[in-house]
């Protein structure tokens, strides 16, 4: 289930309200979901510093917290995927883990 994006000027507080318990009716368990809505207001937040070096230490931050986590969106449409394909889960490629992208999908 693709995950809500946080509204414009909405809390954290406010955003995790809604999209834990929506993750958890999607069939994910409580720390799955809490992960899950807690990285997608985080990374939404990242999006939209302008600053370069408050830029680089919010993701070195957020790689700190979320590390060993898996957070692919599984079966949603990804920013990493070409139109008409979806993202399966990641691929080692070059020594990299990469996003598994399938396709191209009817829709």
Known sequence: MPVDKPKAGETEEDYL????????KAGN????AAAICYSTYRKDKMSKI??????????????????G???TNLGENS?????????????ILDGKEVPDCRGPIEE
């Open 17 to 24: 309200a809604y999209c834990i318990p929506a993750e958890i």
């Open 69 to 71: 986590i898996n957070l």
């Open 29 to 32: 368990a409580q720390d799955v």
């Open 79 to 91: 920013d990493a995927c070409w139109d008409g394909y979806i993202q399966v889960g990641t691929k």
């Open 50 to 67: 302008k600053d370069t070096s408050a830029k680089v230490m919010a993701r070195i931050k957020y790689d700190a917290d979320f590390r």
